[in-house]
């Protein structure tokens, strides 16, 4: 099946730096990825849509400035959590689209800002 | 507004028991349904795609059915396993877009 590697797994940070997060579809192209919140015992989710070339479109209430999407290529998307703070703190989860709309998540990144 | 609603948020069950996990959705003009499962601290497997032109689908102990009129589906576990012990997420795909909305989950502990 479609592989989607997502890194890094796990990243601790202080307040006020940024980090970023990497999706990749290993072995087919997405024109689409989609990067989703989870926090604790809760569902996932949809902060944004990735398209290839364009930009992201945002769910309501996703500040665009905080959580900046690049999709440079056909099989990777980062996801730049800028200038962190502990409620940033949550895990998560990015998804490429193959065909017929199936989606492929990835392992997650657990994100905990001190 | 499109929801999905997953009962009971956690269930505990013998091993070999069979069991069904219900999910709810509010909008049935859903593309198709989704069942995942997820390890605690991990990403998400799909188990399951049901389209809505479907009625269920199967794959070993595991089947899916979807019923669009009553806006239900559910997910049957045959001879329940330790290793099935893990959070059952199911999620509707509601336009060609992409968007899945995702239910909150059932935590399913399955006790040998």
């Known amino acids: 099946g479609a592989v989607v590697s997502q890194h890094p797994s796990r990243v601790i940070c202080k307040s006020g730096t940024s980090v970023k997060i990497e999706c990749r579809s290993l072995d087919f192209q997405a024109t689409t990825m989609f990067w989703y919140r989870q926090f604790p015992k809760q569902s996932l989710m949809l902060m944004a849509t990735s398209n290839e070339g364009s930009k992201a479109t945002y769910e309501q209430g996703v500040e665009k400035d905080k959580f900046l999407i690049n999709h440079a290529s056909l099989t990777l998307s980062t996801l730049t959590v800028t200038s962190a703070h502990p409620e940033d703190s949550s895990f998560y989860i990015c998804?490429?689209?193959?065909?017929?709309?199936?989606?492929?998540f990835g392992a997650g990144t657990r994100l905990s800002v001190l | 507004k499109q929801e999905v609603t997953q009962i009971p948020a956690a269930l505990s069950v013998p091993e070999g028991e069979n069991l069904v996990l219900n999910c709810s959705f509010t909008?049935?003009?859903?593309?198709?349904l989704q069942w995942f499962r997820q390890d605690p601290g991990k990403g998400l497997t799909s188990l399951l795609l049901i389209q809505s032109s479907q009625r269920e689908q199967t794959s070993g102990r595991l089947n899916a059915s979807l019923d669009k009129s009553s806006g239900r589906s559910t997910l049957y576990i045959a001879a329940s396993q330790p290793g099935d012990s893990a959070t059952y997420l199911c999620?509707?795909?509601?336009?060609?877009?992409?968007?899945?909305?995702f239910g909150q989950g059932t935590e399913l502990s399955v006790k040998p």
């Open positions: 909008d049935s003009a859903i593309y198709n």
């Open positions: 999620a509707g795909l509601y336009n060609q877009g992409g968007k899945l909305i």
């Open positions: 998804s490429a689209r193959l065909v017929q709309n199936i989606q492929y």
